[in-house]
């Protein structure tokens, strides 16, 4: 039976991580391997990770990296540093390759419609779902919602099932509720979505997807392995963009992706990402929760 490596990276978000857990938990599939890639957390948020160990069903495996210095987490980017570690140990067993960031919330089906889609195409290929975003304090380029503060924990997040609206610049699309429902967090009657749309694309041209929207096969890997350069802080390939001069983060890893496949859409709900101020992973004062 096909199987899926989900790589979660995190540091120091307790009560987020602590609900990005939930929703893996709640996943409809168990066909899945969980990679728990802790970049040196504080002792509450490692509480949470043993405390949802001893009830878990899920495999995972826990990698607990070292309490590094401010400086030393500003000269790379760290989430992608963690992801290129989890790349170059995967077990081998797993065909599909997906990512969450621990102030994610994932759908129950955010896995298997995925995946579904995947192995159906077949080979090395590239699939993203539906994301919606909840913005709190950051200037991103979409999302007129905005609050001042940090992220709620304990918000569940309903899936949007009316009309869909493309914004004028045609980078993400406004789609409402048809039921009377509204937003929990926002109080509005339609949510934000992260840029997809129908059939085939290639990332970048000219929009892009986010990289909890996007699964793909780990064959897709070898492919690419040319474009990536030598010498990932942690040892092997640097698949990502860890350090500066090789591109930033997801943007360098699926751009290479976008050299070799297309991506294709998938029309399934994955992911409410929580955007909110102080959360790149690189900023010395950097504020979490």
Known sequence: MAKCALILTTYNRPKLLADCLQSIEGQDTRVFCLYLMDDGSNQAARDVIERWREQTTVEHHWWEGEDRPAADRKRTISYSRSINHALNHLLGAEECVAYVCDDDYLYPESISGRMAALLELGGPRVVFGRSRSVQYGAGAAFNTWQANEFPESGVAFPRPRGRRVLHAEGASARTYFDDGTVDPQTGLDYVEEAFWQPGEWWYGRPYSTDHNQVMHHSTALEAIKHLCPQGADLGGI??????????????????????????????????????????DGVQMGERRE
């Open 238 to 279: 640097q698949y990502w963009g860890e350090d500066m001069r090789w591109g930033v983060g997801d943007k360098a890893f699926f751009t290479k992706l976008g050299h070799v496949f297309p991506f294709h859409a998938v029309d399934v709900w994955t992911v409410t990402k929580r955007y909110h101020l102080g959360s």
